[in-house]
């Protein structure tokens, strides 16, 4: 835990400890199959923040992370803490906790039968998917204001705060979770969706293949754009139609105080 980190109060009762020496061989087996069958793509598609925050934060390919000692390499660099919690959290706890740069980790792990799909977020997807992009100092920062504005909106707007607070979820949707952004002329991910989900990703790069032309065999992919993504609507059970790529990730930061401005 971060020594400097400010005391949780609406997320308090979510958090729980991850009890590391309780997994099994066969849970490490498993995380070190979804390491070994998402990598090959990653260090092709992956933007170099990605595979950088992930040797900066200590990831191991075969064991699944001790959160401990991911927080003793992440929270030196950018302040953020992967925080376990007990599962999926209510809005305003879950605002608490970006605001205060920890990140709600889940700790459990699907089984061998779901390696590409689980309902619910797990440590693979939290931990692999989100938490090396947290040692990026521009993305961290981003992650961070956006828990303030989604908080400030939950407390001071109760009569319009749902219609903001779903525009705020596409902005969190289109770069949290299914961002990408141009890197040397080519389209790399960096959304946990993407990075943590071989099918997902698979169904991106393929289109960019053929050119990005086909789109009724991949995504549209269009330059990143705050009105459009805020009015984007999107289903969480397929597929994904629209993508969003910025230029920088300057962009998402930017976005993110222009959405205050627009939303408070
Ligand atoms: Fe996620």
New binding site residues.
Partial sequence: MNPQAAPLTVAEPYLIQQDWAAYTPEQHAVWAELVHRRMPQLREHACREYLDGFHQIGLCEDTIPNLAEVNKRLGPRTGWNATPVSGFLPPDAFFEMLAARQFPTTTWLRSRNSLEYTPE?DIF??VF??VPMHAHPVFADFLQHYGKVCARITDSARGTAKDKLERMGRLFWFT??FGVIRQNGQIKLYG??LISSHGESTYVIESLRSGGANTARGPEIRDFNLDQVLDQQFLVSEMQKVLYAVESFDQIYEAAQQAEERLL
């Fill in positions: 977020p997807h939290d998917g989100h949290v979770e946990s969706g």
